[in-house]
């Protein structure tokens, strides 16, 4: 399970100030805002934004920009399935369309009752040990579909 | 006296269940009365064998392995403690063929020590190479490592020591060394293999590199898809900063020098240098024209040493043994060694340092020892997802920068990608372009627009929609890619597409190159 915190300005702007002195503090406040939510919520970009004499439009073009910065609540687990050559070479697209019927999800989806979201990813960096995913931070190598689908099956019954 | 025996905490020995290996380890020893003593090493790089598990004996290490959960009991009824036979014994690990016929400087430490023991890295000659660059002139420890043939291991291959002198030859209040560990090619792991298991080895080269072009800060820039890695660098790096190897006088001389550990957030594209340091400076990924180099102007504007890991770890044993020792491995051009990573559909998957020159075959069959579905083999991408794929008659090429560059393929970051005869290579050029399409950061119209529309002509050519006209138009866009992208994300994507075209025309249903079909 990963253990985000709910929503809390308060909290958020805590992070903002923690980070906000480091040189280049862009990235440090958001990795921070998303270690605590799982999400950046658009409530504390204009903080950020005066944080670090940014215009919003600034922070949230770096936001879009880079695929880790979600922008809505992750479901209790977050899913990384890496579909990168390697993984490719065994398998993992039949994993990950198994996956997503499973879960009845597009990429970057939550399932609908709030239990996983799935997400692609390009390289774990276990290319040696594939198909490889990541299940709430915890790296698993050699992954077949059936042991997929009962981690999934696990989190969702 | 109790037992010493070693789990590697690497990511990949963790991904195939090391923590619950360890786990069963002390709970078996605590069972049964035994005093033993748990080491958490990093990587041996024989991946395929994780976890393996070692213990020392007589000074040597009985390595076991892969090793599951449910046979750690068997192994302690086995008496493995004492060496005792198992049919996970392999025998003493350095003895072990794939382990034996490896050069390993850079990798020397990695799955002998502890990755966090300060005490451990010194005893096994670390913090050599920086007392002997304290010795040294600035000037002299450039020309040590230029000397030594150092190429840039991130992929471009360009020679480290000139771009130390031009940081060195720079006149500015503040400069940078900046450790490029965003390691996104699929096919290699190397990078987080080093961090995981020797982290000290980069800090020294990092240090080493700060006093030799007169750098007082370093930064770390770490892809976030490697979690692992950037915990241990960062322990690694409060532990050096405690024991005085980094902070306002390193080892007690009069060089300042610190380092900090950045995380990145999903962008293969700040693999490219100048996103990197934008990215680092708290902007959007995306390229900096060049010129000016990021050696003249770099971080925030300041003269910037930007290396790969690999390049910086191989600097401390190139200033402990000298830069001849170093270069007299290789071949041509390519000095040192080459930490080949087997990846993929391969049998006994991992990383081999290994000097340059082997060929391709001899890695992927006898080291790699062929396909891990025992399929028989149909292309090779070597150097990651912009680099060429090779066909089975390619597989005599050396691993080399020049030989691998004169089949139109780029040796990169080291990897190697296996694919079995179930590979669709229309499918492989595809999934480049749509790569491509997905990192590209947008700064110029040939690589954002192109790459998009690339994977439309592709999807048109597999449909055999009007094919000729699609492949005469993708020929085009290649070239276009190629001569007008402003980095080589957009520049280099031709390569696995045309690759895939020239060497598996028939996944396209097209005839072979040279021979003539008439468009009706």
């Not at chain 1, 070479?89 to 970057?108: I, P, Y």
């Not at chain 2, 700060?210 to 976030?224: D, K, L, N």
Request: glycine content about 10%; overall charge negative.
């Amino acid at each position: 399970m990963t253990t985000h915190a709910p929503w809390d300005y308060d909290r958020a702007l805590h992070l903002v100030r923690e980070h906000q002195h480091v040189t280049g503090a862009l990235l440090p406040i958001l990795h921070a805002l998303l270690d605590e939510f799982g999400y950046i919520d658009s409530r504390v970009i204009h903080d950020v934004a005066e944080a670090l004499n940014l215009s919003r439009a600034e922070v949230v073009g770096v936001i879009n920009f880079y695929h880790d910065f979600r922008q809505s609540p992750p479901g209790r687990h977050v899913l990384l399935v890496c579909r990168a050559e390697a993984c490719q070479s065994m398998g993992c697209e039949t994993l990950f369309d198994q996956l997503r019927s499973r879960l009845a999800v597009e990429n970057g989806g939550t399932s609908a009752d709030g239990a996983v979201t799935l997400e692609s990813v390009y390289c774990l960096g276990n290319c040696a040990l594939s198909p490889a995913i990541m299940w709430d931070g915890h790296l698993y190598g050699r992954m077949s579909p059936d042991r997929a689908l009962a981690l999934v099956g696990q989190a969702t019954s | 006296m109790s037992e010493r025996v070693f789990v590697p905490c690497d990511a990949a020995a963790l991904s195939v269940g090391a923590d619950d290996v360890a786990a069963a380890i002390h709970r078996e020893a605590d069972a049964r009365g035994f005093d033993i003593d748990l080491i958490r090493n990093g990587s041996r790089g024989l991946l395929y064998l994780e976890p393996l598990v070692e213990v020392e004996l007589l000074g040597q290490r009985m390595a076991y392995g892969p090793v599951t959960e449910a046979d750690v009991s068997g192994l302690f009824d086995a008496d493995f403690l004492n060496g005792g036979a198992h049919r996970l014994l392999l025998g003493p690990t350095e003895e072990l063929p794939l382990f034996a016929r490896q050069t390993r400087l850079t990798f020397a430490r990695c799955g002998i020590t502890d990755p966090l023991s300060l005490a451990d890295y010194i005893e096994h000659r670390g913090y050599r190479g920086l007392q002997r660059a304290l010795e040294l002139t600035p000037a002299a420890i450039v020309d040590e490592v230029a000397e030594s043939g150092l190429r840039g291991r991130g992929g471009a291959g360009f020679p480290t020591g000139i771009k130390w002198r031009t940081v060195l030859g720079e006149t500015a209040e503040q400069k940078y060394i900046v450790c490029n560990a965003d390691e996104g090619d699929s096919g290699t792991f190397a990078d987080r293999m080093l961090m995981e298991g020797d982290p000290f080895c980069l800090i020294e080269g990092m240090t080493i590199a700060g006093i030799a072009v007169g750098a007082t800060m370093g930064y770390i820039y770490i892809r976030s898809e490697y979690p692992h890695a950037f915990r241990t660098m960062k322990a690694a790096i409060a532990i050096a900063r405690e024991s005085g190897y980094l902070g306002a006088n390193v080892a007690g001389s009069a060089h300042a020098f610190d380092i900090d550990v950045r995380l990145g957030a999903g962008a293969y594209i700040c693999g490219e240098e100048t996103a990197l340091l934008e990215s680092l400076e708290g902007k959007k990924g995306v390229i900096r024209p060049r010129p000016p180099l990021p050696a003249i102007s770099g971080l925030f504007g300041k003269p910037t040493v930007v290396n790969n890991v690999l390049s910086l770890a191989a600097v401390p044993f190139i200033l402990d043994e000298g830069a001849a020792a170093y270069a007299q491995h290789g071949m041509g051009r390519s000095r040192g060694t080459n930490p080949v990573q087997l990846a993929g559909n391969i049998k006994r998957g991992g990383l081999y340092e290994l000097p340059f020159g082997l060929t391709l075959r001899e890695a992927i069959y006898d080291v790699g020892g062929g396909t891990a579905t025992g399929r028989p083999l149909r292309a090779v991408q070597v150097g990651g997802p912009l680099g060429a794929y090779f066909p089975e008659s390619l597989l005599d090429t050396p691993l080399d920068y020049e030989a691998i560059a004169a089949e139109k393929g780029l040796l990169g970051h080291g990897g190697i990608v296996v694919f079995d005869d179930t590979v669709d290579m229309a499918k492989q050029a595809r999934f480049a372009m749509e790569f491509c399409a997905i990192e590209s950061c947008g700064k110029c119209t040939p690589c954002r627009i192109g790459s998009t529309r690339g994977t439309e002509v592709i999807d048109k050519i597999i449909a055999n929609n009007q094919r000729l006209a699609n492949l005469e138009l993708l020929d085009d866009l290649c070239n276009l890619l190629t001569d007008a992208s402003l980095c080589q994300l957009g520049g280099l994507t031709p390569y696995p597409v045309l690759s895939a075209l020239r060497h598996f025309p028939e996944d396209f249903d097209r005839p072979a190159v040279g021979t003539q079909e008439k468009t009706s």
